[in-house]
């Protein structure tokens, strides 16, 4: 398996002659729209020998190859989804994850449950079917949308909202075939910081009654005094007590309302990385990579018009379309690109296999437990064709 860069004048018969592969599996692995449409500067994924005929049908032989590989090296592959993924990429998907966690249930200050907009059942089912532990994700997502620092404040004064709260989800695992709890709770106050994590002890406990594991998303933080409402709240020590995994958010560098930049540059999670090993047990931490991308219209204005979320094969059919070269920060060991659409200059980053291959080998050379991706509903085949291979010969 190999990384081919796109050189100007290169075509996808030439490529595909020269490793002695087949276009249209070049095509499919890299979801290319034939005959060509190539980028200068785009990344293949160039597939070993493999019989990916078989692979298309998803015949339950390479599921099973799969999963023999995830019990036997033990290491774990989250994927969040919303109960309104496209179910084609859902099935195609599911056989690379060990864990589905499904997103997302809200909570009131008073302890009860609000539970997704969208049936959470067939996702559940899905997963089950595919031998993919479906997770209950638990968010202190308000009304509002956005995740609400009083909410949690509420909740964690009052030990009988807590307890109602955590009946509440015992029940509904229970009822529904749940097989984990995954704790997103964000924004949280500095003051709040030992109770949240007490609360998510108190939860653990009662998950292991019930033979069930816990997991917690944390922000990247790069030391324990960082300041920010999305820092000081989460105390990485804490909760890598309380909880059985933790869940590195290690992307968002680049956002909707920030200036061009990568998503998840390679250089500043190795950061958080660095400080989060100090904090928690390696076996316990999953690093966080993002399935996504943003376009910015340029000049970028703080506050002015928000960056666009882009997938991946977007990003890269965008740039062949508008024959925009793909460049590659090494420092960041990510791609970018820029291009003009009616009129108004542009820039994106986004994620490639160069970008996911360097994430795979922090995750091997700091020897964590596995890593996870925000978000799965958009399909990034290639992607998982490599990450598969990192879990069967790295990972390991």
Same mark, same amino acid.
């Given at each position: ?5 796109? @050189? ?7 490529? =595909?002659?020269?490793?002695?592969? @087949? ?38 032989? &390479?599921?099973? &190859? ?22 084609? %990429? ?16 809200? !909570? ?11 049936? *959470? ?25 956005? !995740? ?35 704790? *997103?709770?964000?924004?949280? #106050? ?5 109770? #949240?994590?007490?609360? %998510?002890? @108190? ?31 989460? *105390? ?18 680049? +956002? ?59 990003? =890269? ?28 200059? +542009?820039?994106?980053?986004?994620? *490639? ?9 922090? %995750? ?33």
């Amino acid at each position: 398996m190999e990384i081919y860069v796109v @050189k100007a004048g290169d075509t996808l018969y030439e490529i =595909a002659r020269y490793y002695n592969r @087949k276009p249209m599996e070049l095509a499919w692995v890299n979801q290319i729209d034939p005959p060509d449409s190539l980028a200068v500067g785009q990344a293949l994924l160039i597939p070993g020998n493999t019989n990916y005929e078989n692979q298309i049908a998803w015949n339950v032989q &390479n599921m099973q &190859n799969i999963q023999n590989a995830q019990n036997r090296y033990q290491a774990l592959i989250f994927g969040f989804a919303y109960p309104y993924i496209q179910p084609d %990429v859902l099935m195609e998907t599911l056989p690379y994850l060990t864990d589905l966690l499904i997103f997302s249930y809200h !909570f009131t200050e008073d302890g009860n449950l609000v539970p997704p907009f969208a049936d *959470d059942v067939p996702l559940i089912q899905a997963a089950k079917r595919q031998q993919v532990r479906p997770i209950f994700t638990l968010t202190s997502i308000g009304e509002n949308g956005r !995740f609400e620092p009083g909410l949690t404040e509420k909740m964690l004064e009052d030990s009988q909202a807590q307890q109602r709260l955590i009946e509440n989800i015992r029940t509904v695992m229970q009822q529904k075939g749940y097989e984990g709890i995954n704790v *997103d709770v964000e924004s949280v #106050l500095k003051k709040d910081a030992e109770p #949240l994590a007490v609360f %998510v002890e @108190k939860l653990t406990r009662a998950m292991h009654e019930m033979g069930w594991m816990l997991s917690v998303d944390v922000a990247p933080k790069v030391r324990s005094d960082q300041p920010g409402l999305l820092y000081e709240g989460i *105390d990485y020590s804490l909760l890598g007590k309380a909880a059985d995994l933790v869940f590195l958010m290690t992307y968002e560098w680049g +956002h909707s309302a920030s200036p061009p930049m990568a998503v998840a540059p390679i250089n500043l999670v190795r950061r958080v990385v660095d400080y989060a090993v100090t904090e928690i047990p390696r076996e316990k931490l999953l690093l966080g990579i993002p399935n996504y991308g943003y376009d910015w219209t340029l000049p970028f204005v703080v506050g002015g018009a928000r960056a666009r979320s882009i997938g991946n094969v977007e990003a =890269a059919q965008t740039a062949a379309y508008y024959h925009a070269e793909i460049q590659f920060d090494e420092l960041a060991q990510s791609p970018y690109f820029y291009y003009r659409r009616e009129g108004a200059a +542009h820039q994106v980053w986004f994620e *490639d296999v160069r970008s996911m291959q360097a994430k795979f080998m922090l %995750v091997q050379e700091y020897g964590l437990v596995g890593f996870g991706y925000w978000q799965i509903m958009r399909l990034f085949r290639a992607n998982w064709i490599l990450s598969q291979y990192y879990f069967q010969r790295k990972l390991g």
